[in-house]
């Protein structure tokens, strides 16, 4: 029974076993629960080790998880150094890596809701992508970026339209690239990119926002460009 401690003696030191806390109806449906997103992984963790609930909780927090539609957003980014950059950085590429797994916003998961109502509504119009010089915070509640580059910068009168495909890890994750090249700054003053945004429209400064994302402090110069990576994992079953 799980608590109890199994001794083994022999001839050498004294073998302690723990008997582990996951019973084994429980560890069964653990070895059966493969989940695709970072939160069923958190969670069979955290079931695996106890956490602190009784084996009723546990279970009920696995059937609780197993039946709900898990979406989860991440940004990556990659800076393209020009040939024209004055901040004494080589030409060549920074690659930021994942920068942000957040937030998409309650705009957008309205938007699911309206696909399904009326065929007008296509959640396939979300690739248009934005950069902002804000470094505030993600909410839910966001529906435009805090402080969205314009004209000014990067010469477009429009987002730029990512590439739409399936990600690498498989047919239950969607990703939108696009690079963005800033043409100019003022008096050399250098942008600072901190924000991202993926929206349904390709209108500067429109609303439609399906996810906000912080992009860490960018500083792009002329020449500079931004390659913004989307991806949206959605996993059924945790």
Do not use: C
Request: hydrophobic content about 35%.
């Amino acid at each position: 029974m799980p608590g109890i401690d199994l001794i083994t003696r022999s001839a050498g030191p004294t073998i302690i076993t723990k008997d582990k806390w996951v019973p084994d109806g429980l560890q069964a449906r653990l070895n059966q629960f493969s989940p695709k997103t970072q939160l069923g992984q958190y969670i069979k963790t955290l079931l695996s080790a106890g956490w602190g609930l009784t084996v009723e909780q546990a279970n009920e927090l696995l059937d609780r998880v197993t039946q709900t539609v898990v979406m989860e957003s991440q940004l990556a980014i990659k800076v393209l150094r020009g040939p024209w950059t004055d901040f004494g950085r080589p030409f060549g590429v920074e690659d930021w890596g994942v920068v942000s797994r957040k937030v998409v916003t309650t705009t957008g998961v309205e938007q699911i809701v309206d696909t399904f109502q009326s065929t007008a509504n296509s959640m396939g119009k979300f690739y248009y992508h934005a950069i902002g010089l804000s470094s505030a915070a993600e909410a839910v509640g966001n529906t435009a970026l805090t402080n969205e580059m314009t004209t000014a910068g990067y010469g477009s009168a429009a987002r730029s339209s990512g590439t739409q495909t399936t990600g690498a890890a498989g047919p239950h994750v969607y990703e939108t690239v696009a690079t963005i090249t800033i043409d100019s700054v003022t008096s050399g003053t250098p942008m600072v990119i901190q924000e991202h945004g993926l929206f349904k429209s390709s209108a500067v400064a429109s609303t439609g926002l399906w996810d906000r994302s912080l992009t860490g402090t960018q500083t792009l110069s002329t020449g500079d460009s931004i390659t913004v990576t989307y991806d949206l994992t959605v996993n059924s079953g945790g």
